[in-house]
């Protein structure tokens, strides 16, 4: 049964780290789902900081997570479950050796960002509309592109491993 | 002579990898070098994200490079040197597997930022008064307070490594 479960959280995890879930089917989104289907939230690029990670394996990639001011606020206070309005961004980059510290040191010690990678994502919080998927709705953008429904459809069941964090993976580093 | 130079670039490196050089012995700096000499800029745990890096062996932490608005507007402008004004601050944690990913993966797969480490570091650039290195000023600090001058003195040296970057090792992430 452990090993099931295991199992079953592995290939959950696997699948939200690489993407977010789109709450799929939830029609009841309503208008504002629609509009985050075509496009980013503006400015999401200058949104304060929230921390920072590395990821092995297939995605290979080094990555910031930020957020905007409702959001943010709510990390410093410890306020949880996130006001309606938080939105937290991933974003990564490849995982690049730097040449300049590795020539020095013979072999790699600094590890730089690269290119963008594994696509941008966001959650958003509307307790009310996305009550189905813990209050959060989940996307995922390759080059400014909403994924389709198949990246998406699994990976709110992951983020319930994250449920006594309100469904958020990362914590705030100050 | 090679190996010579390589030994020297690898000690260079380490030193400023884990800090940034103060202009040592600069007495010219005036004023505004006794205040840096107090205090951190306010407000820089809200400034703009450059990009993100990590380091191994000894320093093993996870970092994010952060800028102010003038440094920020350099980066994406491609305007180099950096205008007077430009600060620019290293950030930088524990680098820690997360506990969640490695049961589900049966290793690590997932490393997240953990305590704060390695101190925080400014670049702050006055290309009049600190002319004589490079026209940044650098400074590191430990729980708030500047590190003392040995901590500093031999970084500049390495920061030339970066010389046709204006000094600056990192580059700005997307």
Redesign the interface.
Known sequence: MKSIF?SS??V???IA?SCFAIASGNSADGDAASELDIKMPDGY??W??I???????KLND???I?GNEVAVKAYREGIRPFPDGSIIVR?A?S?DP?E??S????S??????GA?KNGVQFMIKNSTKYASTGGWRFAHFNNGKRADKAVHDTCFTCHQ??RSRDFV???Y??
Chains 1, 2 share one sequence.
């Open positions: 295991v959280v592995t959950m995890l696997a780290i690029r200058d304060t900081l921390t920072v990670a590395h990821e092995e394996g080094l990555r910031a930020l974003l980059w995982y730097l300049e510290s020539s020095a040191f013979g790699p010690q600094s590890f730089v960002a963008a491993v994250a993976f990362n914590r580093s100050p």
